[in-house]
């Protein structure tokens, strides 16, 4: 079956440690998204990638970075300079603006 | 700039009771729009979608939105609640040139039975 799978579901890590969320899409979507969710904020938009070897910085981009070598994958690094990390972190991709974005199963990151 | 505002929080109602989940949105030109739900601790799914046409537009599980353009507005309604509709409901409203996605807050929906 088509879909997005995030990995890992659960992540615990140092504060200071760098970290990599994996995103992959089987679905040939073109624009992949990774967004963060806390408590009562909804989610916030931190990069995007509408092609391959190119993304865009979204509203909280600071503290992350994002690459995007293959279609199928946008890998989400977490690093030190992220200041409050911890959040439920959630990949998205769609085939285009009329589709709506099909989402993964998220990641929790606890940074300790 | 654009924005979505889900102005209730949290509602509670009774398994059977109808439902109405409120989205009102800044949006410069025609938007599109989403409703999705999330279950605890997972992701989000697709209820329905607005682009165009028909402003009453239908979903799966039963959930329907009609878009009001003079009121900013994309509720979400159920006419029956059942218990396993319990979850985060999120509006949110589409950058037609950017394929972006701009969430609103969330309202989280509680069903006694």
């Known amino acids: 079956d088509g879909g997005i799978t995030q990995s890992p579901k659960y992540l615990f890590r140092k504060e200071g440690q760098n970290v990599t969320l994996s995103c992959e899409q089987n679905?040939?979507?073109?624009?992949m998204y990774w967004y963060r969710q806390d408590p009562g904020q909804g989610l916030r938009l931190i990069y995007y990638?509408?092609?391959?070897?190119?993304?865009q910085k979204g509203d909280i981009a600071e503290g992350y970075s994002v690459s995007r070598e293959k279609k199928e994958s946008f890998p989400l690094t977490v690093t030190s300079a992220q200041k409050n990390p911890t959040a439920f972190y959630l990949c998205?991709?769609?085939?285009?603006?009329?589709?709506?974005?099909?989402f993964g199963s998220g990641t929790r990151l606890t940074v300790v | 700039a654009q924005s979505v505002t889900q102005p209730d929080i949290h509602i509670t109602v009774s398994e059977g009771a109808s439902l109405e989940l409120r989205c009102n949105y800044s949006?410069?030109?025609?938007?599109?729009l989403f409703w999705y739900v999330q279950s605890p601790g997972q992701g989000l799914q697709l209820l329905l979608k607005?682009?165009?046409?028909?402003?009453l537009v239908q979903g799966i599980k039963g959930f329907e939105a009609e878009f009001k353009r003079s009121q900013s507005s994309f509720n979400l309604r159920k006419p029956s609640v059942h218990w396993s509709d319990a979850a985060e409901y999120f509006c949110?409203?589409?950058?037609?040139?950017?394929?972006?996605?701009?969430f609103g807050t969330g309202t989280r929906l509680q069903v006694f039975p």
């Open positions: 998205a991709s769609n085939p285009s603006g009329r589709q709506g974005y099909t």
């Open positions: 679905l040939n979507h073109d624009a």
């Open positions: 990638s509408q092609i391959v070897n190119d993304f």
């Open positions: 949006y410069g030109a025609t938007p599109y």
């Open positions: 607005y682009f165009s046409g028909d402003t």
């Open positions: 949110a409203v589409g950058e037609r040139n950017t394929d972006k996605l701009i």
